[in-house]
């Protein structure tokens, strides 16, 4: 692990790699991912917000469907963490952000943190806005966890995942432990390759 001048600790240290950029799992108060992300934009840092479709304004003759956020108040950063807490103290636009710290770790006060390729597979499932993924709460997941699968054709080939039931039936999911989970709505059996826990 790394820490800065305050003592938080990071998740993992990707300097090794050449690469000193990992993905932040972010809060950002009063639902502001867009403007945020709008302004990460701008100033070119890769950032990344699940997004869904959902119907506005259902009761009324306005009805339509608007492309919003699928996890309230959560925005994923690919940067450093000197970057990121300048930019706080120092951009008003980003001072809403928040890190998210790991309440599983042994030290106290370690910032959550996604490994690249964690990211890439959840980005590969969490990117897609139709009816083909599912967003979780904790209270859409049912059971405990069964295989971990490798999906080996079709849309989403090459994800990792583990079946899980979700509302009463048996799905891939993939899942950022304590961050965000997306299930697949429909992957057909024989799609599926059972891996080792440590291949995931």
Same mark, same amino acid.
């Given at each position: 692990?790394?820490?800065?001048?305050?003592?938080?600790?990071? %998740?993992?240290?990707?300097?090794?790699?050449?690469?000193?950029?990992?993905?932040?799992?972010?809060?950002?108060?009063?639902?502001?991912?867009?403007?945020?992300?709008?302004?990460?934009?701008?100033?070119?840092?890769?950032?990344?917000?699940?997004?869904?479709?959902?119907?506005?304004?259902?009761?009324?003759?306005?009805?339509?469907?608007?492309?919003?956020?699928?996890?309230?108040?959560?925005?994923?950063?690919?940067?450093?963490?000197?970057?990121?807490?300048?930019?706080?103290?120092?951009?008003?636009?980003?001072?809403?952000?928040?890190?998210?710290?790991?309440?599983?770790?042994?030290?106290?006060?370690?910032?959550?943190?996604?490994?690249?390729?964690?990211?890439?597979?959840?980005?590969?499932?969490?990117?897609?806005?139709?009816?083909?993924?599912?967003?979780?709460?904790?209270?859409?997941?049912?059971?405990?966890?069964?295989?971990?699968?490798?999906?080996?054709? %079709?849309?989403?080939?090459?994800?990792?995942?583990?079946?899980?039931?979700?509302?009463?039936?048996?799905?891939?999911?993939?899942? $950022?432990?304590?961050?965000?989970?997306?299930?697949?709505?429909?992957?057909?059996?024989?799609? $599926?390759?059972?891996?080792?826990?440590?291949?995931?």
């Amino acid at each position: 692990m790394i820490a800065d001048k305050d003592g938080i600790s990071l %998740g993992h240290d990707t300097t090794v790699c050449g690469d000193p950029k990992i993905w932040f799992p972010m809060r950002v108060t009063y639902s502001r991912e867009l403007k945020i992300k709008a302004e990460l934009d701008r100033l070119k840092i890769e950032s990344f917000i699940p997004m869904t479709y959902k119907l506005m304004d259902a009761d009324t003759d306005h009805s339509h469907c608007e492309l919003v956020p699928a996890i309230n108040n959560l925005i994923f950063i690919h940067s450093t963490q000197e970057r990121i807490s300048y930019l706080k103290h120092k951009n008003e636009v980003l001072e809403p952000l928040r890190y998210m710290v790991d309440q599983t770790a042994q030290k106290a006060h370690t910032i959550m943190t996604v490994r690249d390729r964690e990211m890439e597979n959840f980005m590969r499932v969490a990117s897609m806005t139709d009816n083909s993924v599912m967003f979780l709460n904790d209270e859409s997941v049912i059971g405990k966890e069964g295989k971990h699968v490798q999906i080996i054709d %079709g849309v989403f080939e090459g994800v990792k995942g583990v079946i899980r039931r979700v509302k009463r039936c048996k799905r891939v999911v993939v899942e $950022l432990k304590g961050i965000a989970g997306v299930a697949i709505a429909y992957v057909p059996a024989v799609f $599926l390759k059972e891996i080792e826990r440590s291949e995931h």
